[in-house]
């Protein structure tokens, strides 16, 4: 069928907060249908009517619209009652399904279920994966594919969909393997043609074991976004893991990945989560950014009283996701910017320099500083104008430390000359003083 147009879908159940393994299981199948010009459908598998939330729904809406996988059709199964009951309705009058009584154990009573009329058969089907794929059915019985006429269940939801969507493609977990021959058998009861599977590997933790709900990876997806990460990092990471274009480059943009995914070349064995693997890449996905969105992000995570777009670049140079700079406020990184430092004097001494040296030198500082307009007050100059002094010394640090420990009050900081610009002309002044 080498015209066929290619359709693939991702289908959720929204029965639970949505996690990142399956925003790698929507990209596969967005991934697969934008390179070869197809359709890529959403449905939400919302057949469970107990168990399924519209908040989790929502979940899963909000996400994948925040990371731009947009899908060119979205389905709700809930909506789609009248067709699954016309297909159980042709089933149970050609045979292929029947009603049966089960009883109820505790109360002796009877109800009805729909289930298929298994023909025990053995099925081989070739996984893009995995490879073949050989099953015998018999083990299976008379599954049950529906409660009633307007309650099917997966199984049977599934193939009904996937067919009448003409679904070419079946991109999802390793955990469906053992439903696929089910979905095969009704296919074929149906008169549907079988789309083609891929089954991508387990997503795995550090230590390769299998991601449990207690490891910090299994966070709802949409918390990665309140977490400040990029979408394109996200993005960019998940695609990563199960499969990988081969070659130097890490850092990808979906159109890049639109171009390189390779459904044939998805690995067999688990692939690893390594969240260090995901900060570094949202790092250089930050860096990528225009210089004015960077500013508008980082200003809007600073509180009001630091809003200043001086800090911007050190801060970026500190953070990996924008929620770390929270983090660093609530560390009290960024306090030295806004209130002059405690002075432990003992401190201010550079080695064994003596302390009117050291006053000498701070007064130095002050007087080359005191020069320099507001304008000509940044960090290049500012670094110039002191290190011109310093190389007039006996060494650099009798100057520099000094000043450095004066602006920061701290043992380990910024240099002084980025400290200098940020709190500027008169601040700086004052501190030097005050050290003196
Ligand atoms: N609704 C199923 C689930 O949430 C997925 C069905 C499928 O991909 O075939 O696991």
Do not use: C
Not at 203 to 227: C, F, H, N, Q, T
Not at 297 to 302: D, G, K, M, R, S
Not at 309 to 314: G, I
């Amino acid at each position: 069928m080498p015209d066929q147009k290619i359709v693939t879908r991702f289908a959720p159940s929204p029965t639970g907060h949505f996690h990142l393994g399956g925003v790698r299981s929507a990209l596969y199948n967005y991934l697969f249908a934008k390179q070869n010009k197809g359709t890529y459908i959403l449905r939400s598998e919302d057949t469970d009517k107990e168990r399924s939330k519209k908040e989790y729904e929502d979940g899963f809406l909000d996400l994948f619209e925040w990371l731009g996988l947009k899908p060119d059709q979205f389905f709700r199964q809930s909506e789609r009652t009248e067709i699954y009951k016309k297909y159980l309705e042709k089933m149970i009058a050609d045979g292929s399904a029947y009603v049966s009584k089960e009883e109820i154990k505790e109360a002796g009573q009877r109800s009805e279920v729909i289930r298929f009329k298994n023909p025990n058969k053995k099925i081989v089907f070739n996984d893009i994966v995995l490879g073949d794929i050989e099953f015998d059915t018999t083990d299976l019985k008379d599954f049950i594919i529906a409660r009633s006429l307007t309650e099917p269940l997966y199984h049977f939801t599934v193939v009904v969909d996937d067919f009448e969507m003409a679904v070419t493609h079946v991109i999802r977990g390793q955990e469906h393997i053992a439903n696929t021959p089910r979905q095969i058998l009704i296919q074929e009861a149906i008169g549907a043609p079988r789309p083609l599977y891929a089954h991508m590997p387990l997503i795995l933790g550090k230590d390769k074991s299998k991601l449990s709900k207690r490891d910090p990876e299994v966070i709802p997806a949409l918390e990665y976004r309140d977490l400040g990460y990029l979408p394109e990092a996200i993005i960019n990471f998940m695609a990563l893991i199960g499969w990988n274009p081969g070659g130097e480059q890490e850092v990808f943009t979906l159109e890049e990945l639109i171009e390189k995914f390779n459904l044939h070349k998805i690995q067999k064995s688990g692939g690893v989560f390594n969240s260090e693997k995901l900060d570094w890449l949202n790092k250089e996905h930050m860096k990528r950014l225009p210089p004015a969105e960077i500013e508008k992000n980082i200003l809007e995570w600073l509180p009001a009283e630091m809003k200043n777009p001086k800090l911007v670049p050190l801060v970026l140079e500190r953070i990996s996701k924008w929620g770390d700079v929270k983090d660093m406020i609530e560390r009290g990184e960024l306090d030295l910017f806004f209130k002059s430092p405690t002075i432990d004097k003992a401190k201010l001494i550079y080695k064994n320099i003596a302390p009117e040296k050291i006053i000498s030198n701070l007064k130095l500082a002050i007087k080359a500083l005191e020069d320099l307009t507001e304008e000509n007050f940044t960090t290049e100059i500012i670094k110039n104008t002191l290190i011109l002094i310093a190389n007039n010394l006996g060494s650099r640090g009798e100057l520099l430390h000094p000043v450095r420990y004066a602006l920061s009050g701290l043992d380990k900081s910024p240099d002084p000359f980025i400290i200098a610009s940020i709190i500027g002309k008169n601040e700086t002044l004052s501190r030097l003083q005050k050290a003196i």
